[in-house]
């Protein structure tokens, strides 16, 4: 039995036992199933009886239709392209205590560091030479961070060719978040970690993450603050991914009932060994099968969000992603501050796929899809409901196909290695046959050493 409350600004979400008998056998029935995936299909946001009814689904052979339905869908509103982007950590100094994290105060064997604001631009000019164009900026929660994350958005957009600059932080206060936005970051990201407040207070112990109700607004805040687009998640393995992945969606559509848009972005971070955390294994360790559906189960809920997959995962599982419904990867990462330009010591987890950028670049053009590195949208104004409509009337695809061709384009002129210019190109080739609207001109002007030509 599912119960979901909303109290004015507050947010509760109670889902009592989400388990394979409580969860009717009536509602998961091939018949039902089919029904819920056609009108994800019609690229409609699924309600939460909906929701439900794929979270419990239990027999694998419709599992593989509902896979199929993901990429059905993902391919619908984005096409073929892939988003490729890096974090960069900015800072593991931490003032919280999370339990699974390297980064929490009570890790005595982490070296701390701050990045100054020339090692940030180091950093940053190191990944713009790679060909990264969007950036993550990523910190431990920080005393004043925002004055901080303003000079450092500052100087790599004056002093680098990164395009765009999205914040992973902790929670701040309306005013700090006008600031950000003013700052010019593009999508402001911050993961509930788990819904289930027993679970959350144990382990959010000290500092001010423990704070369930702060962290729960914090979306509330940042839009009202300007953000239109800002990035979800829950951290599986802290509690049943069935019942954090029904909650998470339960708060998406809140979001969509207040402000007309939810997410931008949904993430699936999954728990990683982390040195000197105190946490050693997952609580609800979630296997590769179930965080397969996890991916689906998001794609299919809310059709235009984009689902992001980071560098915890496993090469072999992200490929497999990015077929039934991964939209935005991570790539060639580093998990600790300075970690590019000297390997920096403390990860903040171990890294699964360590495949640089260019190998990623190679295998996602080899499986027939298309990187890219466009920054498009943030800069176009394209955010919040403007971009949700766009994608649910299949506009975004449009655009999402030409600027990835003519990102990639780019890329193989300025960045690509040798190797791996024929295999891009072609691709390009292919794609750009089908996309037609002059590309070929904008294509040889790129050629020409024009730059940034985006739609
Ligand atoms: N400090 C900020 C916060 O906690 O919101 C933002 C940065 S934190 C480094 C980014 C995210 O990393 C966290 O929200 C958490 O979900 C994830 N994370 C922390 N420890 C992890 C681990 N051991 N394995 C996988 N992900 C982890
Ligand atoms: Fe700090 Fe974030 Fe790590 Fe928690 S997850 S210890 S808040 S960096």
Redesign the pocket.
């Known amino acids: 039995m599912i119960t979901v409350s909303l109290q004015g600004y507050g947010f509760f979400v109670c889902m009592k036992a989400i388990e394979t008998k409580e969860t009717s056998t009536s509602n998961d029935s091939p018949a039902r199933i089919r029904e819920v995936l056609a009108r994800a299909l019609d690229l409609e946001i699924l309600s939460l009886t909906e929701v439900s009814a794929l979270i419990a689904l239990r027999d694998q052979a419709m599992w593989e239709e509902v896979f199929n339905a993901s990429a059905m869908v993902k391919e619908k509103v984005y096409g073929k392209r892939v988003v490729l982007f890096a974090p960069l950590y900015l800072s ?1 100094e ?5 339990l ?6 009570g890790n005595q064997e982490a070296k701390r560091k701050t990045l100054s604001i020339e090692e940030a631009v180091a950093e940053a000019s190191i990944l713009s030479s790679r060909g990264y164009k969007r950036l993550l900026l ?4 920080l005393a004043g961070a925002v004055n901080y994350l303003e000079g450092v958005i500052d100087a790599i957009y004056k002093r680098t060719d990164i395009r765009i600059l999205h914040v992973n932080s ?1 929670p701040m206060g309306l005013n700090e978040f006008k600031r950000l936005k003013a700052s010019g970051a593009g999508v402001y990201q911050c993961f509930q ?1 788990t819904y289930h407040i027993p679970t959350y207070r144990v382990m ?1 112990p000290s ?1 001010p ?1 423990a704070d369930y109700y702060w962290r729960l607004n914090v979306m509330d805040r940042a839009i009202d603050a300007g953000f239109e687009d800002v990035g979800m998640g829950v951290l599986l393995g802290l509690h049943d991914w069935r019942w954090d992945a029904f909650a998470l969606i339960a708060h998406a559509h809140r979001l969509v009932e207040k402000y007309g848009f939810g997410p931008h972005t949904i993430s699936v971070p999954r728990l990683q060994p982390a040195q000197g955390a105190e946490l050693k294994e997952a609580p609800y360790a979630v296997s590769d099968s179930d965080f397969k559906k996890t991916v689906a189960i998001y794609r299919l809920a809310l059709p235009y969000v984009g689902v992001v997959v980071s560098t915890r995962e496993p090469a072999y599982l992200r490929d497999e992603l990015l077929l039934i419904g991964a939209s935005q990867i991570s790539a060639g990462s580093r998990t600790s501050p300075a970690g590019y330009m000297e390997g920096g010591d403390t990860e ?1 987890f171990e890294i699964g796929d360590r495949r640089n950028l260019e190998e990623v670049v190679g295998k996602i053009a080899s499986m027939g899809l298309l990187p890219s590195f466009c920054t498009a949208c943030y800069r176009e104004g394209r955010s919040g409901d403007t971009f949700r409509h766009l994608a649910e009337d299949g506009g975004i695809k449009n655009l999402c196909q030409i600027n990835a061709i003519l990102s990639l384009k780019e890329y193989v002129e300025d960045y690509a290695p040798e190797e791996l210019k024929l295999l891009l190109e072609r691709r390009i080739k292919e794609e750009a046959l089908k996309t037609g609207n002059g590309l070929f001109e904008k294509l040889q002007q790129i050629e020409k050493g024009k730059r940034d030509i985006h739609v």
Do not use: I, L
């Not at 931490?94 to 999370?98: H, Q």
């Not at 990523?138 to 929660?141: D, L, S």
């Open positions: 593991n931490c003032m919280n205590n999370c699974y994290c390297g980064f929490r105060r990523v910190t431990g929660e902790a970690e959010h500092g993450k903040q």
